[in-house]
């Protein structure tokens, strides 16, 4: 076994593993070890997800709003796209990254964004593990791939105004020196989902490990062994499903979907843009649907974006230049993105899940990483939908703006514990949002 599990500046923490005859699983959160899992799921329900979906360079200055409750809740423009889901819908103002407005620049307001991290300048890479990579630290053991991390546009590794663009192209972070790799071609995503399917004759990695899992044993708590031994049983189990040929037991939440629902997509990247973009927000609810994963990030566009919407008429700029505009153009740019979000929000909405549906148990939050073109991050903008199976209540606005404490951070720790993931502290933020 791999031993003593360590824990780097954010919090996250690098598992320990039992390995033999070429496999490798992660261990279950001991407590012989330092370390505790929370795990609140009922197994008769639908496990709860998280999904991050991401644009740059804000919005329309003056269409980014909501206000009234429910079904009645009047949206600005840009939220157009998401009536559909007021009743399910939190719009939250007023929360920040401190850190975030050092540099005041695009790459200084977007590496930080999901972890609150001080960033390096001058060309260093150092930010802090976001909260998606947090969460996949911990309880992606339970799926195929702990996170799927999509894009639509290529990461830019130059340097911009004394801060590494690679900030501006990554919103999830592994650890504070390691974005996570982004893929952004759909054929690899869906490789990387559903290719390497275990081989007949090897369909039990347990059989490699029992001699580890034993010498492990033998340093664990009475508590723990059962905790182990039922956490090999569920490895086990997760074998079973993958080699299609045992039953589940009925009392047991199974995936809404085994199989993929569609063909390989092709090679390369899309000719267009629209395309991309819909293949990729295709490629995530697969991906939950499937439990191939709970925890997925998809950033439709870089900070400092270069894209081009020639499918709306308007090619005259590239995303960034228009985002200092506020133009009709721009009002329209800003509605397409949002039209991916509510369309991902939609197909999750109509997976049905016993008596609640996929978009209930998920914790879908879109964000950018400055209100408008004009870098104004002293507030986000930020919409979360979904999570009624975590105890989240739609159909509000919270706003946080008189607030003496609105560390975007305290929404991660709040959001954090709806999934399972207890921490005193992450970020800038010692306390979560009570409110949601």
């Known amino acids: 076994m791999q031993d003593a599990p360590q824990t780097d500046p954010t919090g996250a923490t690098r598992r320990a593993v039992l390995r033999g005859a070429g496999a490798v699983i992660a261990l279950p959160w001991l407590e012989s070890f330092g370390f505790r899992r929370f795990q609140r799921e009922d197994p008769a329900r639908a496990p709860l997800r998280l999904v991050v979906m991401f644009s740059g360079n804000g919005f329309h200055s003056r269409e980014w709003w909501a206000r009234g409750e429910g079904a009645s809740m009047e949206l600005g423009q840009v939220l157009h796209p998401l009536e559909p889901f007021r009743e399910k819908l939190l719009f939250v103002r007023g929360l920040f990254n401190a850190e975030a407005l050092k540099g005041n620049i695009h790459s200084s307001q977007t590496g930080n964004l999901l972890s609150g991290a001080r960033l390096a300048a001058g060309g260093e890479i150092r930010s802090g593990t976001s909260i998606d990579q947090v969460v996949a630290q911990r309880l992606g053991d339970a799926t195929k791939l702990p996170s799927l991390v999509l894009g639509c546009e290529k990461s830019n590794p130059s340097v911009h105004k004394n801060y590494s663009m690679l900030y501006s192209s990554h919103i999830s972070w592994s650890s504070p020196t390691t974005p996570t790799p982004l893929e952004i071609y759909p ?12 081989a007949q004759g090897d369909r039990s990695i347990l059989d490699a490990l029992l001699g580890d899992a034993n010498d492990v044993r033998r340093r664990l708590g009475s508590g723990d062994v059962r905790k182990l031994d039922e956490y090999l049983d569920s490895v086990r189990d997760v074998e079973r499903r993958l080699d299609r040929t045992t039953g589940v ?10 199989d ?31 439990d191939t994963t709970r925890i997925a990030t998809l950033k439709l566009n870089n900070d400092h974006s270069s894209q081009r919407f020639p499918h709306l008429g308007i090619d005259s700029m590239i995303h960034h230049l228009l ?46 990483s400055m209100m408008s073109g004009n870098h104004d991050a002293d507030q986000l903008p930020v919409v979360l939908i979904g999570g009624a199976s975590a105890g989240i209540r ?14 975007m951070c305290r929404l991660y720790l709040a959001m954090m514990a709806k999934l399972g993931v207890e921490l ?3 970020g800038d933020a010692r306390a979560p949002l009570a409110e949601l």
């Not at 037991?249 to 979907?257: G, H, K, L, S, V």
């Not at 039209?339 to 997976?351: G, K, N, W």
């Open 187 to 198: 054929a690899l995503a869906f490789d990387r989902m559903f290719a390497n399917k275990v």
């Open 260 to 290: 993929p629902d569609r063909e390989r997509p092709a090679d390369g990247l899309p000719a267009h843009l629209e395309e991309h973009m819909r293949i990729m927000c295709d490629l995530l609810v697969l991906a939950l649907w499937t």
């Open 394 to 407: 739609g159909g509000r606005v919270l706003d946080y703006r008189a607030a003496p404490e609105r560390q």
């Open 424 to 426: 005193a502290e992450f």
């Open 323 to 368: 985002s200092h505009t506020d133009s009709a153009d721009w009002l329209r740019v800003n509605q397409f993105f949002l039209e991916q979000v509510a369309y991902v929000a939609q197909r999750l909405d109509a997976i049905e899940e016993g008596d609640r549906t996929a978009l209930d148990s998920t914790l879908l939050l879109f964000l950018s």
């Open 249 to 258: 037991d009925a009392a047991a939440w199974q995936p809404t979907r085994r």
